[in-house]
């Protein structure tokens, strides 16, 4: 089992930054793809970032096209932590944004990810 707690969602304005925690529990956690997925009002949820478990090798990351570039998810297993740092933010990326957890390596699908956070609200003024 995990749990998983985010945080860090705010108010900002278009060209801003704000950076995303997620907070997970169990001794496990170092072993699982964390991803981070985001739905806006009246849209389906969609992918954004994952990072792969960071075992022998270096993490993995995968983006979506549309975050390419501006956002940059890292994680620290140490702290059980995952993160997403989001630079020149745009009115489009205003959304719930949630962290979840996956047993596949570079899952991208939701039906992939296994444990949710109850998500943090970013919106982007323009």
């Known amino acids: 089992q995990v749990q998983l707690a985010e945080s860090g969602g705010g108010l900002v304005r278009a060209g801003g930054s704000l950076r995303l925690s997620c907070a997970g529990s169990?001794?496990?956690?170092?072993?699982?793809?964390m991803g981070w997925f985001r739905q806006a009002p009246g849209k389906e949820r969609e992918f954004v970032a994952a990072?792969?478990?960071?075992?022998?090798?270096?993490?993995?990351?995968i983006y979506a096209d549309s975050v390419k570039g501006r956002l940059t998810i890292s994680r620290d297993n140490a702290k059980n932590t995952v993160y997403l740092q989001m630079n020149g933010l745009k009115p489009e990326d205003t959304a719930v944004y949630y962290c979840a957890a996956s047993g596949i390596s570079a899952a991208t699908l939701r039906a992939d990810y296994d444990y949710w956070g109850q998500g943090t609200q970013v919106t982007v003024s323009s």
């Open positions: 169990g001794r496990t956690f170092s072993s699982y793809t």
């Open positions: 990072i792969s478990w960071s075992g022998w090798a270096s993490s993995q990351t």
